[in-house]
């Protein structure tokens, strides 16, 4: 795991790869709790995974921001003052200036080795990108990936990743020039993006996952007033709201019937836990996954189909 460094087999998640979708078709998956990384579109099992996540959105236009979020602001006006600040927005593309800040970043700030960042999986990861969209939004153009390229008297320093999609912007990943981490330039730029969604007209800044097990992922839920994806219910809560549920079991639903009946249940119970997430029963062809979906509402796996089914729905697809 990534975030609690647990060397066993502890991170659950389930997924698939895509080479092509629509950026109206990811929000809708990101909107039930998807995310991705590169071409790889996954969704943590929470009851099951080592550090559960939640989604988590702000409402750019009722954003304030707090005393400690002025100042990062007010130092960055400081230090910029009398030099040539601009960021810019692109389409993802490559370029071996952006390449060497990446690794630059890695290995300084992530303590990467050198031999690990490479230009293939920066380019996997942070440039091409699966999203394609049709559609134009006035005054601004097409859905999809995009570079916000930070510069200083023409010298990039920062980079951010973000998808840009019809209700709001997604932050990707952002790296920057490690000798100017004490403008603290991660907080610095996503207050950038809430104010480009404003200036926008995007609704929503969207911040990845939300990890309440993991100190160096809860600074997303300074940026307020959050909400955060019930896994169980789909539904939207205000942060706020439920930090004592995210307080009293590693993993919760965060909708109150739901939460009740996981309260209900001893932690260490774990049989009686998985009833609330029961497995998939098998499937032995496409009429009965149609009657298990309809029912219960559910993610089919492909492996749960047989032979027959497996290439039916492949060509369906």
């Not at 995974?49 to 959105?57: G, H, V």
């Not at 954003?63 to 009398?82: C, D, H, I």
Request: glycine share 6%; net charge neutral.
């Amino acid at each position: 795991c990534g975030y609690c460094k647990s060397e066993d087999d502890s991170s659950k998640s389930y997924g698939f790869c895509s080479s092509s979708m629509s950026a109206e078709v990811y929000e809708s998956l990101m909107l039930i709790g998807w995310r991705r990384c590169g071409d790889y579109f996954y969704r943590p099992t929470n009851h099951d995974t080592c550090c559960p996540m939640y989604t988590i959105r702000l409402r750019a236009a009722e954003f304030t921001p707090s005393k400690s979020q002025k100042k990062v602001l007010k130092n960055a006006e400081k230090y910029f003052t009398g030099k040539d600040l601009s960021i810019t927005l692109s389409p993802a593309a490559f370029s071996e200036e952006k390449f060497q800040l990446y690794k630059r970043y890695q290995i300084v700030v992530h303590g990467d080795e050198e031999s690990e960042v490479t230009q293939t999986g920066f380019q996997n990861f942070l440039v091409t990108s699966p999203l394609t969209s049709s559609i134009h939004r006035p005054g601004f153009g097409p859905y999809g990936t995009f570079h916000q390229e930070y510069r200083c008297d023409g010298t990039l320093f920062a980079v951010g990743v973000l998808d840009i999609l019809p209700s709001g912007l997604s932050s990707v990943y952002f790296f920057y020039e490690p000798d100017m981490k004490h403008l603290s330039l991660g907080k610095y730029s996503a207050l950038q993006e809430i104010q480009f969604c404003n200036v926008s007209g995007f609704e929503f800044y969207y911040m990845g996952f939300y990890i309440h097990s993991c100190e160096k992922m809860k600074y997303k839920g300074e940026y307020k007033p959050s909400q955060l994806l019930c896994p169980t219910s789909l539904t939207w809560h205000n942060l706020n709201d439920v930090i004592s549920k995210l307080e009293a079991f590693k993993f919760a639903p965060l909708e109150e019937s739901a939460y009740q009946q996981r309260v209900r249940i001893s932690a260490s119970e774990s049989s009686e836990l998985k009833q609330l997430f029961p497995p998939r029963p098998p499937i032995s062809d496409l009429r009965r996954v149609a009657i298990h979906i309809s029912r219960h509402n559910v993610t089919v796996r492909l492996q749960d189909l047989t032979p027959e089914g497996q290439r039916i729905l492949g060509n369906i697809l």
